[in-house]
């Protein structure tokens, strides 16, 4: 059975900084790329990054670009989501989640096992 739980989320000021960590369980960790996505209640899903098996290739949503940076460790089945500058719409709970492929071929939204989540709240 996978498990992935994040960890890392709190309250911070606006122009702050995050970093969220995510362990997975249960799976061959490097055969499978990696991404975070974020929601808000009454809003759709949103990814905000993506890393390759290998953490290689790494995409960003427009959102975050240039203020995020996406990491893994497959030796220690991890993934890291460090967020800086951060802002009242970054407000939202993020979920770190397997892919579906371990390239990112076919996009960075084929989420397959994701946990409960780690809040991040940001006041202005």
């Known amino acids: 059975q996978v498990h992935v739980v994040e960890s890392g989320g709190g309250l911070v000021q606006a122009g702050g900084s995050l970093r969220l960590s995510c362990i997975v369980s249960?799976?061959?960790?490097?055969?499978?790329?990696m991404a975070w996505f974020r929601q808000t209640p009454g809003k759709e899903r949103e990814g905000v990054s993506c890393?390759?098996?290998?953490?290689?290739?790494?995409r960003y949503a427009s959102s975050v670009k240039g203020r995020t940076t996406i990491a893994r460790d497959n030796r220690k089945n991890t993934v890291t989501l460090y967020m800086s500058r951060l802002q009242p719409e970054d407000t939202a709970t993020y979920y770190c989640?397997?892919?579906?492929?371990?390239?990112?071929?076919?996009?960075?939204?084929?989420?397959?096992?994701w946990g409960q989540g780690t809040q991040v709240t940001v006041s202005s």
């Open positions: 989640a397997t892919l579906d492929a371990a390239e990112l071929a076919g996009g960075c939204d084929d989420y397959e096992h």
């Open positions: 890393i390759s098996w290998s953490g290689e290739v790494k």
């Open positions: 249960g799976l061959k960790f490097d055969d499978y790329a």
